[in-house]
């Protein structure tokens, strides 16, 4: 195993830092923009990215870059929203989303408000719709920013410095210690679980009120 995570890890990080970076915020953008978010993996592609990262300076511009695709993403589901909410509904890919899905996420931002914007980059399906959910209404576009915001920074941050920190800890640990890789992979697990237990357990506490 040592070899072979050895070979990746080498592999991303010889892909040009601008290029990986870049790759990683479009793949931001495309996920919380529109309906590409239920088909493109970008919390892997961060994921991968991070692991590539072999200074401070680098996670962080990483991290910002993501932060800044999330939040380009999202402005462009709600300016789509707020134009052309009713066509993307009953379009062929809304009608695959299931009209059921639409209602939940309408009931769910008039009734938990900025909450809802928060919460739902963190819920399966929700963090798709919600931007062009509150596009269609009312809601003010700066208002629908200041929450998505912390949102956006709290994904990115905890995505960038676990995956950075564990291949970097991988590469320091690696030369002496033949369970180097134990720790990377069992650090990379412990992301992607403790990020899906979450994710259900902020599902469950919100379901009343996507349902109600």
Same mark, same amino acid.
């Given at each position: 195993?040592?070899d072979a995570l050895?070979?990746?890890?080498?592999?991303?990080?010889?892909?040009?830092?601008?290029l990986?970076?870049?790759?990683?915020?479009?793949?931001?953008?495309?996920?919380?923009s $529109?309906?590409v978010?239920?088909?493109?993996?970008?919390?892997?592609? $961060?994921?991968?990215?991070?692991t590539?990262?072999?200074?401070?300076?680098?996670?962080?511009?990483?991290?910002?870059?993501?932060?800044?695709?999330s939040?380009?993403?999202?402005?462009?589901?709600?300016?789509?929203?707020?134009?052309?909410g009713?066509?993307?509904?009953?379009?062929?890919?809304?009608?695959?989303?299931?009209?059921r899905?639409?209602?939940?996420?309408?009931?769910y931002?008039?009734?938990?408000?900025?909450?809802?914007?928060?919460?739902?980059?963190?819920?399966? #399906?929700?963090?798709?719709?919600?931007?062009?959910?509150v596009?269609?209404?009312?809601?003010?576009?700066?208002?629908?920013?200041?929450?998505?915001l912390?949102?956006?920074?709290?994904?990115?941050?905890?995505? #960038?410095?676990?995956?950075?920190?564990?291949?970097?800890s991988?590469?320091?640990?690696?030369?002496?210690?033949?369970?180097a890789?134990?720790?990377?992979?069992?650090?990379?697990?412990?992301?992607?679980?403790?990020?899906?237990?979450?994710?259900?357990?902020?599902?469950?506490?919100e379901?009343r009120?996507?349902?109600?």
């Amino acid at each position: 195993m040592d070899d072979a995570l050895r070979w990746l890890l080498d592999l991303v990080e010889s892909v040009d830092p601008v290029l990986r970076t870049t790759l990683a915020g479009i793949a931001m953008l495309l996920e919380t923009s $529109v309906l590409v978010g239920l088909i493109v993996p970008g919390d892997t592609v $961060v994921i991968v990215a991070a692991t590539g990262v072999t200074s401070l300076l680098d996670g962080v511009i990483l991290a910002l870059v993501v932060i800044s695709g999330s939040l380009a993403g999202e402005s462009i589901g709600f300016a789509l929203g707020r134009w052309l909410g009713p066509h993307i509904r009953t379009s062929w890919v809304g009608r695959r989303i299931g009209e059921r899905n639409w209602v939940r996420a309408e009931r769910y931002v008039q009734r938990r408000g900025g909450i809802a914007i928060f919460l739902s980059r963190f819920l399966p #399906v929700m963090h798709s719709l919600v931007p062009l959910t509150v596009g269609m209404s009312t809601y003010p576009f700066r208002r629908f920013i200041l929450w998505t915001l912390p949102a956006c920074v709290i994904w990115a941050t905890l995505y #960038v410095s676990i995956s950075a920190g564990a291949a970097q800890s991988y590469r320091t640990l690696s030369e002496t210690a033949h369970w180097a890789a134990y720790i990377f992979v069992g650090a990379i697990l412990l992301l992607v679980v403790g990020v899906f237990v979450a994710k259900k357990v902020i599902a469950r506490v919100e379901r009343r009120h996507l349902d109600d």
